[in-house]
């Protein structure tokens, strides 16, 4: 019991134990923050080197941006001088010219032709007044009244004053036009003769010297130092992610020129690439996190099973059930150490093993062979089977043994599953009890005997004395001269009736003194019962108790003979002995019997103590007794009797009995063996 608690206490401590995580967990974690490591280094390295790459297309970038930026200045600087040679070449041709106008339109049609980005080209003479001009004489409109507006007015009276080209800040005409105008003064020997004007829209400047192909790439401003833009060339309206700025000298006045370079496609395509970057790592992380998960339920899963496997095995190991699995063909498959510890051979020694197997018994191998046949056919008793097994020391046992099917994972039948129990000792045990409840009933066997003795004396006294008497009359008649030896005869046949009285008295209880194994054969209870009858009558006349029976004709019953006088003596003496105090007309005793269909029940009633109801359920416990020299077994042994009769035996009050007390004891037998 202790060792087994010891078992218990192992088993229970090793499933505390299993919950708790072990070090294969804490390297499984260590083995997954690696490649999660790794992932976030890969990562940064991408993205670094996304961005010196991106660093890097800004810097080549804004190199050509700038490169650009200063082609455009030097070409719209070398136009504009260009134009400004041009103007003071026809300046210096006006002067002294008889014919200037047609000398005027001549040249300005030319230049206006040649630089469309000059709106147009007028010629003043030193009040201010228009002589000519192209392509058209009306001026814009706001400069119609005082010649322009004050902007201009103010870069004449400059241009006027200092002798030489100058450029008027830009303004704006109506519908938001800025224009720049240039003024060249016309001098004829010292002396102011007029102005040539040259209107340069800003739009329009843009629009004719900055080429195509530049505005592909990039965005053209003008502004000023207050950022109002003038004029802008541009292929689309998008806010480029680089911009330059660069004076725009001329005309100057804090004009600049303003590139920006458009989002080229290239940066969604790295955007997206980046996008990419992230998602994939994200799928990465994903992945790695439902691969955690599962590595986790696996590792989960292998602790349970292998606190599964130590638990079985230290349940395996703690059984005293010998277990043995054998397949379909009989080979033995598996045995638990139990079942090694029975037989005495080793594991190794049995697994693998077909019959005819080493701890079968050689003079029992036929037997042991067939029992064997019946249980691969799936003959097996199902409440297990007792068989002689032989261990190696080649001493016998007994075995009970369970076999059972063994079913695997899929459902399968795959073999056969025993279990097998030594049970030499229990049948020791039991052979031992048997063999001493056999010794108690035959003790109490004669016991009763012992009690009946003086009766059966005194019965045997009898047909003794009568013998005696005839042996003596007929003696008396021998003596006689005339003897008729004819006249002996009737005396010598009643001699014999008593001798063979007395011999039946002997045999009778020579029979029930008999120690014979017991053994069931057909009997007939109305034998049994006079037997009985002839054994209490002496006592019962001593005791003046009138016995009734009523015994109909009754079918042979299975039955031992003697066990059922036992059983039947036992009753009937208890019957008397309570009637004692019975008053002497109610000292009655009736034995009954009655037939069913599957079984006999036969009952002796008194009409004596009864039962106190304290004591009813001792009754047939062994050892019980109320009386000063009782021995308190019969009961019990009568009880143990009909139950190996397969019949019960009970007691109730006789209701019947006219002194009002009374005990029926009653006992059913089966009508057919079973
Ligand atoms: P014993 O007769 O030696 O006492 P038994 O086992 O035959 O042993 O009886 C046990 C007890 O049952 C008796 O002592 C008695 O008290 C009670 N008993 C048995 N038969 C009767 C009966 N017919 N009426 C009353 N009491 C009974």
């Known amino acids: 019991m202790a060792g087994r608690q010891k078992t218990w206490c192992t088993i229970s401590a090793m499933r505390n134990i299993a919950p708790t995580p072990p070090s294969s967990a804490r390297r499984l974690r260590w083995l997954l923050a690696l490649p999660k490591l790794g992932i976030v280094l890969l990562l940064a390295a991408i993205l670094s080197l996304l961005w010196l790459l991106h660093r890097n297309e800004m810097e080549e970038e804004r190199a050509a941006l700038i490169k650009d930026v200063l082609w455009l200045e030097q070409s719209l600087r070398f136009h504009l001088n260009s134009n400004e040679e041009q103007l003071q070449q026809l300046a210096a041709d006006l002067t002294g010219q008889t014919e200037a106008k047609k000398l005027f339109r001549l040249r300005a049609g030319h230049q206006l032709k040649n630089n469309p980005e000059i709106s147009q080209l007028l010629w003043f003479d030193a009040q201010g007044s228009v002589i000519d001009a192209l392509p058209t004489t009306t001026l814009p409109d706001q400069e119609i009244a005082a010649f322009g507006p004050p902007v201009a007015a103010k870069a004449f009276e400059l241009a006027s004053r200092l002798g030489k080209r100058y450029y008027s800040e830009p303004f704006f005409l109506e519908g938001n036009r800025a224009v720049v105008e240039l003024m060249n003064p016309i001098f004829d020997e010292g002396q102011l003769k007029g102005m040539l004007v040259v209107v340069y829209p800003l739009d329009a400047l843009l629009g004719n010297l900055v080429p195509w192909w530049f505005t592909e790439k990039y965005k053209v401003e003008i502004i000023d130092d207050n950022d109002i833009q003038y004029a802008t060339k541009t292929n689309i309206d998008n806010k480029g992610s680089q911009s330059y700025e660069i004076p725009f000298d001329p005309p100057g006045f804090g004009m600049k020129l303003r590139i920006s370079n458009y989002q080229n496609a290239d940066n969604s395509l790295q955007r997206g ?28 899963a292998e602790e349970a099973l292998s606190a599964e496997h130590a638990f079985r095995t ?361």
């Not at 990465?284 to 439902?290: E, G, K």
């Not at 005819?356 to 008793?381: C, D, K, L």
């Not at 120690?515 to 006349?541: H, Q």
Request: charged residues 25%; proline residues 6%; hydrophobic residues 40%.
């Open 273 to 300: 690439l980046t996008l990419a970057i992230f998602a994939l790592a994200a799928g990465v992380f994903w992945s790695l996190w439902i691969v955690r998960d599962l590595m986790k339920k696996r590792s989960q």
């Open 314 to 674: 230290a349940m395996e190991d703690s059984l005293t059930v010998g277990m043995r699995a054998r397949d379909l063909n009989g080979k033995v498959i598996y045995v638990n150490p139990a079942f090694c510890k029975i037989t005495g051979f080793s594991r190794e020694e049995i697994v693998g093993t077909t019959p005819p197997m080493p701890y079968w018994v050689p003079e029992q191998i036929e037997e042991t062979f067939a029992q064997h046949q019946r249980v691969m056919a799936g003959n097996a008793p199902p409440d297990g089977f007792e068989i002689t097994f032989m261990r190696k020391n080649g001493e016998r046992f007994d075995a009970l043994v369970y076999e059972a099917k063994l079913i695997d994972g899929k459902g399968q039948h795959t073999g056969w599953m025993a279990s097998i129990l030594d049970v030499t000792e229990r049948n020791r045990a039991e052979e031992f009890a048997r063999m001493q409840h056999e010794q108690l009933q035959f003790t109490s066997r004669l016991v009763t005997m012992g009690e009946m003795a003086s009766t059966l004396a005194h019965e045997l006294n009898q047909p003794l004395a009568a013998i005696a008497s005839y042996n003596t009359g007929c003696l008396n008649l021998l003596d006689r001269p005339a003897c008729d030896v004819r006249e002996i005869r009737p005396a010598l046949e009643k001699i014999g009736v008593q001798a063979q009285r007395a011999g039946k008295i002997i045999r009778r209880v020579h029979d029930f003194v008999r120690k014979s194994e017991p053994k069931r054969a057909p009997c007939a209870l109305g034998e049994v019962i006079e037997d009985c009858l002839g054994f209490v009558e002496p006592d019962a006349r001593k005791r003046r108790i009138r016995i009734e029976c009523t015994i109909p004709g009754l079918p042979p019953i299975p039955a031992d003979r003697l066990m059922l006088e036992q059983v039947l003596l036992n009753l009937i003496r208890n019957g008397m002995e309570a009637m004692a105090a019975t008053p002497e007309a109610d000292r009655v005793l009736h034995i009954a019997t009655e037939t069913t269909d599957s079984e006999l029940r036969i009952s002796v009633s008194d009409q004596g103590c009864g039962i106190a109801p304290e004591i009813r359920d001792k009754l047939f416990t062994a050892f019980f007794t109320t009386k000063p020299e009782g021995m308190g077994v019969g009961l019990s042994i009568c009880r143990s009797i009909i139950e190996f009769h397969r019949g019960r035996l009970w007691a109730e009050d006789n209701t019947h009995s006219p002194t009002g007390s009374g005990t029926i004891f009653a006992f059913t037998l089966p009508l057919e063996a079973a």
